[in-house]
C-alpha cells in the first residue's frame, strides 16, 4: 500500500454569526463539498446551537488552503484551531463533507440523508469537545 503524501487532519471550533438558517447550511454544505472534491479534501461537519466543529483531512497543502477559506469566512467567528496533526490514513475517505447536527433533515427531506448520519466514536468526541466549549 502506497505511503499517504503529507496527509493531515485539522480539527477546530467556531461560532455562527446568526443562527444559521436551513438554506443558509444547505449552501454552505454545497460550497464545501465542491471546494473539498476540488481540492481532494475529506472529512466532517458539526453544528448545533450556532457552534461548529469540523475535522478536515488531505495533503498538508490542501488542507491549509481550506484552513484559510475558513478562517476568512464571514458566517462564523471566534475561529479556534484545536489541532493539526500528520495522520496515516483518512478517517472519513468516501466523505467530501459529512454534516452532523441536521439529523431531522432525514425525515423531512430524504435527499440529505446521504450527508447525514450516525455518529463515530471520533466525531462524538468533537461534538463533545464544541458543547462543552459553550458559554
Not at 90 to 109: A, C, I, K, Q, S
Request: proline fraction near 2%.
Amino acid at each position: 500500500m502506497p505511503k499517504a503524501k503529507d496527509l493531515v487532519e485539522l480539527s477546530y471550533l467556531s461560532e455562527a454569526v446568526s443562527d444559521m438558517s436551513f438554506l443558509g447550511l444547505m449552501r454552505l454544505l454545497e460550497s464545501a463539498r465542491a471546494f473539498n472534491l476540488k481540492n481532494g479534501i475529506t472529512g466532517i461537519l458539526l453544528y448545533d446551537n450556532q457552534q461548529f466543529g469540523q475535522i478536515i483531512e488531505g495533503e498538508r497543502s490542501s488542507v491549509m488552503k481550506a484552513w484559510k477559506r475558513i478562517q476568512e469566512d464571514k458566517r462564523h467567528h471566534r475561529v479556534e484551531l484545536l489541532e493539526i496533526r500528520e495522520i496515516t490514513e483518512r478517517n472519513f475517505p468516501d466523505w467530501l463533507l459529512r454534516f452532523y447536527g441536521g439529523e431531522t433533515l432525514t425525515r423531512d427531506y430524504p435527499d440529505f440523508s446521504e450527508i447525514v448520519g450516525g455518529m463515530d466514536k471520533h466525531s462524538l468526541t468533537l461534538m463533545n469537545t464544541m458543547r462543552a466549549s459553550q458559554i
